[in-house]
């Protein structure tokens, strides 16, 4: 079983920064693909962004292009997404999610694809 702890959201203005730290335990998921949902009230929780488990591959959603980083740190068994540029759309609740399978070649930006999530951090952008 893998438990799955988000840390680092808060309040910033718009244009900040804040790093989002994810740590894993139970179980090491350096063999498991990463990603990162946010969810706004009322809404689906939508993927902001992923990372393969091999480190070689990620992927992000339109919206966060160019200003979010995703990356992992398998011998801390973390994975972490640097928030640049934040904007007020980027306010939700942030959850780190480790993949169903192990050893999967391609990030899947659907949330079904993935069996092991944190409890969220939450992330306020005011303008």
């Known amino acids: 079983q893998v438990q799955l702890v988000e840390s680092g959201g808060g309040s910033v203005q718009a244009g900040g920064s804040l790093r989002l730290s994810c740590a894993a335990s139970?179980?090491?998921?350096?063999?498991?693909?990463m990603g990162w949902f946010r969810q706004v009230p009322g809404k689906e929780r939508e993927f902001v962004s992923g990372?393969?488990?091999?480190?070689?591959?990620?992927d992000y959603a339109d919206s966060v292009k160019g200003r979010f980083t995703i990356s992992r740190d398998n011998a801390k068994n973390a994975v972490y997404l640097q928030m640049n540029s934040l904007t007020p759309e980027d306010t939700a609740v942030y959850y780190c999610?480790?993949?169903?399978?192990?050893?999967?070649?391609?990030?899947?930006?659907?949330?079904?694809?993935?069996?092991?999530w944190g409890q969220g951090t939450q992330v306020t952008v005011s303008s």
């Open positions: 990372v393969a488990w091999t480190g070689s591959s990620t």
């Open positions: 999610a480790a993949d169903t399978n192990p050893w999967r070649a391609r990030i899947s930006a659907s949330p079904n694809q993935y069996s092991y």
């Open positions: 139970g179980r090491s998921v350096s063999v498991y693909s």
